[in-house]
T-cell receptor, first 112, second 115 residues
Framework: TQLLEQSPQFLSIQEGENLTVYCNSS?????LQWYRQEPGEGPVLLVT?????EVKKLKRLTFQFGDARKDSSLHITAAQPGDTGLYLC????????????FGQGTTLQVKP | NAGVMQNPRHLVRRRGQEARLRCSPM?????VYWYRQLPEEGLKFMVY????????ESGMPKERFSAEFPKEGPSILRIQQVVRGDSAAYFC?????????????FGPGTRLTVT
């Protein structure tokens, strides 16, 4: 069974601090996606990483896919209150059936 | 281009009633996925459908739950004889095709409360 484990589960920081969220697995994933979800809404896709070692930047967010495609990280520089939310990593299950396997999520609170 | 639409956004049912959740995928998307998010848990895959076909229902409970995606109209997730444990947020996602790494776009969800 493919599993994705995210850490930390909860993170509360002050505005301006940096943070990193980790998404780890013992399985290889063909790609990983990062989503952000706000209360009462659906997940919104932030980025997809496909190639081992790939790094993608989205303004103050930096996403990295591990060389072995078993792990990924999300780094936020100079966090702002608007970054508050639930961050989810997800990978496509084996067999190319289309289903996404999600991590448990990281709840981020950025205090002004 | 409208996003994935789900309705209703909130649904209250008494135990034993039926719940019908609707999902209209993004324009041009022919692949639909349903996920369930229980309180304090992550999203769990339920079922993957293409037009008129169920491709993967490995995450669907064997009883009381069914899904369809007819040739015309939205995809429907049906829960018969609901129980309190069915209370959750149900999300639909869509994609235009099935290729490695294909991105899925999510709707706002239907929050089901069983009283």
């Amino acid at each position: 069974t493919q599993l994705l484990e995210q850490s930390p589960q909860f993170l509360s920081i002050q505005e301006g601090e940096n943070l990193t969220v980790y998404c780890n697995s013992s399985s290889v994933f063909s790609s990983l996606q990062w989503y952000r979800q706000e209360p009462g809404e659906g997940p919104v896709l932030l980025v997809t990483v496909v190639t081992g070692g790939e790094v993608k930047k989205l303004k103050r967010l930096t996403f990295q896919f591990g060389d072995a495609r078993k792990d990924s990280s999300l780094h936020i520089t100079a966090a702002q209150p608007g970054d508050t939310g639930l961050y989810l990593c997800a990978g496509h299950g084996s067999g190319n059936t289309g289903k996404l396997i999600f991590g448990q999520g990281t709840t981020l609170q950025v205090k002004p | 281009n409208a996003g994935v639409m789900q309705n209703p956004r909130h649904l209250v049912r008494r135990r034993g009633q039926e719940a019908r959740l609707r999902c209209s995928p993004m324009k041009g998307h022919s692949h639909v996925y349903w996920y369930r998010q229980l309180p304090e848990e992550g999203l769990k895959f339920m079922v993957y459908l293409q037009k008129e076909n169920i491709i993967d229902e490995s995450g669907m409970p064997k009883e009381r739950f069914s899904a369809e995606f007819p040739k015309e109209g939205p995809s429907i997730l049906r829960i018969q004889q609901v129980v309190r444990g069915d209370s959750a947020a149900y999300f639909c996602a869509s994609s235009p095709s099935l290729v490695p790494g294909q991105e899925q776009y999510f709707g706002p969800g239907t929050r089901l409360t069983v009283t």
